[in-house]
C-alpha cells in the first residue's frame, strides 16, 4: 500500500506547491488534493492549472493519491432542491474530468445527507427520499465516470445515511457500476462501528481508504485525534485490508491541523503510518 496525505491535513492558507513540498519531505508517497469553489484548483480551472499541478508533482516526484471535494456539503444530491441537486452532480462531472487530466483512478464523493449536526440549519431530508434521489444520482452519473476512466468513492461520512456497512454494500450494489465504489474512511466509522467490519463487508468495492484516528470517550468533531492516539485497533485495521487484497493509497486525513507549528502534524502523521503499514 502507499501512503498519501490529504491536502486539508496542512495549514489552510498553504498553496498547492507548498503542500507538496512539505508532504514530500514528510515522507509521503503522494498527495490528495481537493477540488474547490474557488483557488488554484477550482470549478473553473482547465487545462494550464492542471499542467501546472502536474509540473508541480512530477518536479518534486510525488504521486496524486486522489481527488477529494468538500463542495457536497453545500450542494449535496440529496436535496430537494432541483438546482442543488443539480449542481451536485455538475461538481461531480467536474471533479471526474479533472481527475482524469490529473491521472487519478478514485475521486472521493459525498453521495449526499439526511442531516449534518456541524452545518447550522442545514437542509433535513426524509431518509427514504435521500436514498432514492442519491441512487438517482449516481447512477446517472456512472457513464461519466466510465467514459474518464475514473471511480466514483462513496465516502463513509457524519450524514446520517448510508450509516452500516451492508446498506452502504447494497447501496454500491445496486448501482451495479465497476466505477462505483466505497471510499472509506476508518475513523468516520468508529463513531457507531467497527472499521474491520467494514473492511470485510465491502471488500473488492473498497476503491480508496482515508486514514484518521478517533477517541470515542470524547464525542463529536472533538473526538478526532493524530493517528494512534485514538481508538481505531490500526493492526486488524491492517490485516482486514491485506485480507481482502487492497493495495491501494492510504491516506491520512488530519482534519483540523495543528493551531501552532502546523507542519509539524504532516511530520507525525507520516511516522505513524510507517509504523501503521509496517516500514520501519
Not at 97 to 126: C, H, K, R, S, Y
Not at 249 to 258: F, R, S
Request: hydrophobic share 40%; glycine share 8%; proline share 4%.
Amino acid at each position: 500500500m502507499k501512503k498519501g496525505i490529504n491536502i486539508w491535513s496542512f495549514k489552510g492558507d498553504s498553496s498547492i506547491a507548498d503542500c507538496i513540498t512539505l508532504a514530500k519531505e514528510a515522507g509521503f508517497d503522494g498527495i490528495e488534493l481537493s477540488l474547490n469553489a474557488t483557488g488554484e484548483l477550482s470549478l473553473n480551472c482547465g487545462d494550464k492549472e492542471v499542467s501546472e499541478i502536474k509540473a508541480r508533482l512530477e518536479d518534486a516526484t510525488l504521486e496524486i493519491a486522489g481527488l477529494a471535494t468538500g463542495l457536497y456539503w453545500d450542494y449535496p444530491m440529496t436535496s430537494g432542491n432541483k438546482e442543488i441537486q443539480s449542481k451536485a452532480i455538475d461538481v461531480c462531472k467536474k471533479q471526474l474530468e479533472l481527475a482524469a487530466a490529473l491521472d487519478v483512478d478514485t475521486i472521493l464523493v459525498i453521495p449526499g445527507a439526511v442531516g449534518v449536526d456541524f452545518i447550522p440549519n442545514a437542509e433535513v431530508t426524509d431518509y427514504e427520499r435521500a436514498y432514492e434521489r442519491a441512487l438517482e444520482s449516481i447512477a446517472e452519473l456512472v457513464p461519466y465516470a466510465k467514459s474518464a476512466g475514473v471511480s466514483i468513492g462513496l465516502e463513509n461520512v457524519w450524514n446520517k445515511f448510508l450509516l452500516t456497512p451492508l446498506e452502504m454494500r447494497s447501496f454500491i450494489d445496486e448501482i451495479n457500476s465497476p466505477y462505483v465504489g466505497s471510499y472509506f474512511d476508518v475513523g468516520n466509522a468508529l463513531q457507531n462501528g467497527y472499521p474491520e467490519h467494514w473492511i470485510r463487508i465491502l471488500g473488492h468495492r473498497i476503491k480508496k481508504v482515508h486514514f484518521k484516528d478517533y477517541r470515542r470517550q470524547a464525542g463529536g468533531l472533538h473526538g478526532f485525534v493524530d493517528l494512534l492516539a485514538g481508538d481505531v485497533d490500526y493492526p486488524v485495521v491492517m490485516e482486514s485490508l491485506r485480507a481482502i487484497g487492497y493495495d491501494n493509497y492510504v491516506t491520512a486525513e488530519m482534519i483540523p491541523p495543528y493551531n501552532h507549528y502546523s507542519e509539524q502534524i504532516i511530520y507525525n502523521t507520516s511516522g505513524a503510518m510507517d509504523a501503521i503499514l509496517g516500514r520501519k
